[in-house]
Each structure stands twice: as structure tokens, then as C-alpha cells.
Nanobody
């Protein structure tokens, strides 16, 4: 079973950039659809960006479109979330997860159709 570990979260100022990493173990990583999700205090978890297995179709939530990008390097079992022009509302715990390939990417991502349980996530704090 695939296990995923998030890292890269930190304190950043508004407008800065940050890259999160999601490293997988325990499976043929290139075959998995992976998504990034986030949960801010007092709010429900929401989808951020998702990427399918190779060749890698991509979905971004409207809130991050044009600022965030998602990519994968299957050689090192890693999916990245590049965050640019970070806003205060981007502050949250960010999680990555394997997605259940049951429908189109936008549905899988927006409806958070994941396999397994959520990990510990990585904290992104935005403050000037």
C-alpha cells in the first residue's frame, strides 16, 4: 500500500513562494493519481491541486489557479506543490493523498476521493 509523507511547510510572508513535497513509498508511484488538499483552522478540508499518473493531467482549484502548480518526479517518487504569490488565506495544513481513480480528475480532486487515511500534513503559515 502506498504511503505518502508531506514536507516543506514553513512560515512565509504574503507574496512569497514555497514548495511542498509529497514523497511516496510502497508502490509503483508512477501509477497513482496524487492530490494536494488543505485545511485551515475552523474550515473544512478543501482540494488544492491534483495530478494524474503519467502523462499527468492537472487540476487546480479556482482559489489557487495561476499561483500554484503541481508536478511529479516519478524517478524519486515525489509530487510537488509549487506555491507562488502566497496569500494569507493560503495558510493551512497541507496534505497529499492518493486519489481513487473512479471519475474525471476534477471530480476526483474536488470531491476529495482519496484512498486510505490522511497523513499528518505540513503546516503553511502566512504572516508578515
Amino acid at each position: 500500500q502506498l504511503q505518502l509523507v508531506e514536507s516543506g511547510g514553513s512560515l512565509v510572508q504574503p507574496g512569497e513562494s514555497l514548495r511542498l513535497s509529497c514523497v511516496g513509498r510502497g508502490g509503483a508511484f508512477e501509477n497513482y493519481h496524487i492530490g494536494w488538499f488543505r485545511q485551515a483552522p475552523g474550515k473544512e478540508r478543501e482540494a488544492v491541486s491534483c495530478i494524474t499518473s503519467s502523462p499527468g493531467s492537472i487540476y487546480h482549484a479556482a482559489a489557487v489557479e495561476g499561483r500554484f502548480s503541481i508536478s511529479r518526479d516519478n524517478a524519486i517518487n515525489t509530487v510537488y506543490l509549487q506555491m507562488k504569490k502566497v496569500l494569507p488565506e493560503d495558510a493551512a495544513v497541507y496534505y497529499c493523498a492518493e486519489m481513487l481513480p473512479t471519475s474525471s480528475l476534477d471530480v476526483m480532486c474536488a470531491e476529495q476521493r482519496i484512498i486510505g487515511s490522511w497523513g499528518q500534513g505540513t503546516q503553511v503559515t502566512v504572516s508578515s
